[in-house]
C-alpha cells in the first residue's frame, strides 16, 4: 500500500496529464482545457460527491463498460492506476481530454482525441472492485465484504468465462456513444503495464428509466422494461435498497453499492415466433401499454391475486410476478441495464442480441442472487433467455474532490 | 422470374403486413398506423426517388449494416422477399411498425415492437445485390453488370470470409441505434425461409460527413475523417463518382451505385503509442485543426507539390498523398463509414475497433478497386490498420413508389 508520500507523488503523476494542460503549448487539446468555453446546457453530470454518478443518475442512452484483470503484483502501482483513473475522470465527464492533446511532436498524444468537440453528453464513469481483488495479492484479504461473494451457480446458466468476472470494472454511461467508448480505450490505455482488459461489452438505448423524468423504454423484446425500478427521486428507497449503510462489516465502502452485471441473451428468434398472447403471458404486460395484465395503464398496481374465471390473471410464472417485490420480501434493485447486439453467433447463424443487466443493490445475496435463483427455476421467460456473462463488483462511494481516488480508504 | 401475376401476388402478401394495419383491431401497432401522427420535424427521410436514399443523405449517426445468403433457389421467392422488404422499408423509414405489433392474441406480432414511439430518427434502407447472386442460381448471370466483379485480393488483405461476401445487403443508418437494428432484424424475420444473416456490423459515430451542413467527423484514430467527401450538394461530383449512368451495360442498373464494405480495423493500442508527429506524418494532416500539413485550416487546398527544408511537407508515403483524386486520376469515392467496436480480440486482449468502411461509386474498379491498390502498397496508414472484411454490391436505383422494389427491373 502506498505510504503517504508515495500516494501524493501517484496523484501527482496522475495530475500530470491535467499538468502538461496547464503548461500551454500550441494545439486544440491545449487551448481548450486552459480556456473551457461553457459547456451545453445540462451536459455535464458532476463527478464528486457522496455517492459515484452512474448510478442514481439518469440513465443515458450508450454503455461501454469494461472489465480489468490487474497485471501487476505491486499495490503500489494498483493504487497509482485508481488515482490516474480517477483524475483523468475529473476531466473526461466535463467534455475534456484526458490531457493534451497535442503534446510535444515527438511524443504520444497523452488523449486519443476522437471526442474533441463532442462535449461531456452526460458522461458518467462509475468503478467497481471485483471479488478477485481481494485475494492474496495485494494485502487486502482482511477488506473484502462479506456480501463481495463469488455469484453462485444457478440453474441454467450457461456463462461465458471469458465474459464473466474481473477484479476491476469501469461503468462508461453517455448520451454520444464515442464519448462512452473513449473512457473504455483510454482507462485501458492509462493501465498499461498495470492491468489489461478482461472483457467488454457495448450497449445501446437504456432497457431502464433511472428518473421519473424518463420515459420507460422497450427492450428488444419490445416489452417496456422498468416500469417500477428504483429512480433517483426516491431517497428513501436508494437508502434502503441500494447505498450501503451502516451496517457493511467494511467502512471503506460505506455509501457505495454493489454492482451484479449480467449478459443475458435474448433467443431472439424463438421470441419474434411466439404469439402475442404468450409474449404477454411470459411477462406478465401487455406488450402496447405495459400495464400489468388485466389493467389499462403502465403504472396501474400490480395486483397479483386479481383472477378471471378463476385463473390468475398474472401466470404463476409470468416474470413480473416472479420478480416483484411482493413475491420478494419486499427487495428490490435499481436497474440500469442496455440492449446490446453482438452480431451472428457464427455456431448457428443466429443474432446474439439481448439484454446487459446491469443491476445496483446493497445486498447481493438477499437481492440479485436471492431473485434470480427463484427466477432461474420457474420464470416462464427462461425458454427465451440464457445468462451468458456474470460479474458482481463492490462499488466504492463517491470521490470527495481532487485528489481522491477510488479506493483511497481501502488502500489506507 | 415472377410472372405479372405472380409478381402483383407478392406485392399483395407483402402489403398484407400493412393491409392488416388498415383492418383494424385492437392495440398500439394499429393505432398508429391508422392514424399516423406528425412525425417530428425533420426526423423522416424520404424513401422513394430516383436514387436510394441512404447514399446522398446527410450521414446518420448510427449504422447496423447486414449481409444476406439467399437459401431458396427459387427466383420467384427471392422476388417476394425484395417486394416485402420494399413494402416494410416504406413503413419503417416513415417511423411506422413493419405492420401491426399487435395482432390476434394467437398469432405472433408483425413487428416486434422495440421502436415503438422512437419515431422514423433518419432512417435510411438501402440495398444491394453482390455479385454472388448473379451466379447459376435465379436465372441473373446474363444481367451481371461487368463492373460488379469480386474485390481482387489486395496486397496486405487479412480477409474473414465470415465477415465478406454475402448475395444481398441492408444499410440501415438512423440517429437511433435501436432504429437501425430494428430494421436488420425486421428483415432477417421477413426473410426467414428466403435468405439468411450471413454477417452484422453495427456503427456508431459516422466517419464522414455527407451534406456541407455537417461538421467534419473524428475517427477512432482521432483525426477528422472525410474532409473532402463528395457532399449530398454537389450533384456535379455525384454524377460524375457515384450515380450509374448511361455508360452501364446493365440498364437496371442505371441511376444506382456500387457499395463497397471494408471492415478495416485499426490496431489501436499501436497507433496510441506513436507520436504525435508520426500520427500526421502518416496522415498528411494536423491532428488538432485538420488542415493539411503546412497550412492553417481544415478545408485549406491539398497542396502536394509544397516543401520545407527541400522535404516534402505532405509525405510521399502519407495517407492524403496516395488517396488524393489528383494522385488517382481524378477519382474520387462518396465516403458514409461509421466507427466500430466489437469488444476484445481473444487471441491478443487488444480492441477489435475501428472503421467500418462504406464507400459508394459508379465504378469500383477505376474508383476503390484501383485507389486501394495504391494504398495497400505504399500508405504509410498500413503499419496500423488490417483490412478483416470485405463485400461488393451493385446498388439499384431508388423506387418509385408504392408497389415498386429492389430489382423490379432485375427480374422482370
Known amino acids: 500500500m502506498p505510504s503517504g508520500s508515495s500516494r501524493r507523488t501517484f496523484l501527482t503523476a496522475a495530475l500530470g496529464t491535467a499538468g502538461a494542460v496547464a503548461t500551454g503549448g500550441a494545439g486544440f487539446g491545449v487551448a481548450r482545457a486552459t480556456e473551457p468555453g461553457p459547456a451545453p446546457a445540462g451536459a455535464v453530470v458532476g463527478f464528486y460527491g457522496a455517492h459515484q454518478a452512474g448510478i442514481a443518475t439518469s440513465a443515458q442512452e450508450h454503455l461501454a463498460f469494461a472489465a480489468f484483470d490487474v497485471t501487476t503484483g505491486s499495490a503500489d502501482e494498483l493504487a497509482r492506476l485508481l488515482g490516474t483513473w480517477a483524475a483523468a475522470a475529473a476531466q473526461l465527464t466535463k467534455g475534456r481530454p484526458v490531457g493534451a492533446v497535442e503534446t510535444a511532436p515527438d511524443a504520444p498524444p497523452i488523449d486519443t482525441g476522437e471526442v474533441e468537440g463532442l462535449g461531456a453528453?452526460?458522461?458518467?464513469?462509475?468503478?467497481?472492485?471485483?471479488?478477485?481483488?481481494?485475494?492474496?495479492?495485494?494485502?487486502?484479504?482482511?477488506?473484502?465484504?462479506?456480501?463481495?461473494?463469488?455469484?453462485?451457480?444457478?440453474?441454467?446458466?450457461?456463462?461465458?468465462?471469458?465474459?464473466?468476472?474481473?477484479?476491476?470494472?469501469?461503468?462508461?454511461?453517455?448520451?454520444?456513444?464515442?464519448?462512452?467508448?473513449?473512457?473504455?480505450?483510454?482507462?485501458?490505455?492509462?493501465?498499461?503495464?498495470?492491468?489489461?482488459?478482461?472483457?467488454?461489452?457495448?450497449?445501446?438505448?437504456?432497457?431502464?428509466?433511472?428518473?421519473?423524468?424518463?420515459?420507460?423504454?422497450?427492450?428488444?423484446?419490445?416489452?417496456?422494461?422498468?416500469?417500477?425500478?428504483?429512480?433517483?427521486?426516491?431517497?428513501?428507497?436508494?437508502?434502503?435498497?441500494?447505498?450501503?449503510?451502516?451496517?457493511?462489516?467494511?467502512?471503506?465502502?460505506?455509501?457505495?453499492?454493489?454492482?451484479?452485471?449480467?449478459?443475458?441473451?435474448?433467443?431472439?428468434?424463438?421470441?419474434?415466433?411466439?404469439?402475442?398472447?404468450?409474449?404477454?403471458?411470459?411477462?406478465?404486460?401487455?406488450?402496447?401499454?405495459?400495464?400489468?395484465?388485466?389493467?389499462?395503464?403502465?403504472?396501474?398496481?400490480?395486483?397479483?391475486?386479481?383472477?378471471?374465471?378463476?385463473?390468475?390473471?398474472?401466470?404463476?410464472?409470468?416474470?413480473?410476478?416472479?420478480?416483484?417485490?411482493?413475491?420478494?420480501?419486499?427487495?428490490?434493485?435499481?436497474?440500469?441495464?442496455?440492449?446490446?447486439?453482438?452480431?451472428?453467433?457464427?455456431?448457428?447463424?443466429?443474432?446474439?442480441?439481448?439484454?446487459?443487466?446491469l443491476a445496483y443493490q446493497n445486498d447481493p445475496v438477499s437481492q440479485f442472487v436471492a431473485i434470480q435463483r427463484r427466477l432461474a427455476r420457474?420464470?416462464?421467460?427462461?425458454e427465451y433467455i440464457r445468462h451468458t456473462g456474470s460479474a458482481l463488483f463492490a462499488v466504492p462511494p463517491g470521490l470527495s474532490g481532487p485528489g481522491d481516488w477510488w479506493g483511497r480508504d481501502l488502500f489506507g
Open 121 to 357: 453528453a452526460q458522461l458518467t464513469i462509475t468503478v467497481g472492485f471485483g471479488p478477485t481483488l481481494f485475494d492474496d495479492r495485494f494485502g487486502l484479504a482482511s477488506r473484502r465484504p462479506a456480501a463481495l461473494a463469488e455469484i453462485p451457480a444457478l440453474p441454467g446458466d450457461t456463462l461465458d468465462p471469458a465474459r464473466s468476472g474481473g477484479d476491476l470494472c469501469v461503468q462508461a454511461c453517455a448520451d454520444d456513444p464515442q464519448v462512452a467508448f473513449h473512457t473504455m480505450r483510454n482507462f485501458a490505455r492509462l493501465a498499461r503495464g498495470t492491468a489489461v482488459l478482461r472483457w467488454s461489452q457495448l450497449g445501446f438505448g437504456r432497457t431502464a428509466s433511472t428518473s421519473t423524468a424518463q420515459d420507460t423504454p422497450r427492450n428488444l423484446m419490445g416489452f417496456k422494461d422498468g416500469t417500477n425500478n428504483i429512480k433517483a427521486e426516491e431517497p428513501h428507497d436508494l437508502a434502503r435498497h441500494v447505498w450501503v449503510g451502516d451496517e457493511t462489516d467494511q467502512a471503506w465502502l460505506r455509501g457505495g453499492s454493489y454492482l451484479v452485471a449480467r449478459r443475458i441473451r435474448m433467443l431472439i428468434e424463438s421470441w419474434d415466433t411466439a404469439a402475442l398472447a404468450e409474449q404477454e403471458r411470459v411477462l406478465g404486460r401487455a406488450k402496447g401499454t405495459g400495464a400489468p395484465l388485466g389493467e389499462r395503464r403502465e403504472f396501474d398496481p400490480l395486483d397479483l391475486t386479481a383472477t378471471k374465471a378463476g385463473m390468475p390473471l398474472i401466470d404463476r410464472t409470468a416474470h413480473i410476478r416472479l420478480a416483484a417485490p411482493a413475491t420478494n420480501a419486499g427487495r428490490k434493485l435499481l436497474r440500469r441495464g442496455y440492449s446490446y447486439t453482438d452480431g451472428i453467433d457464427a455456431s448457428t447463424g443466429l443474432l446474439d442480441a439481448g439484454l446487459f443487466f
Open 378 to 382: 420457474h420464470d416462464a421467460l427462461n
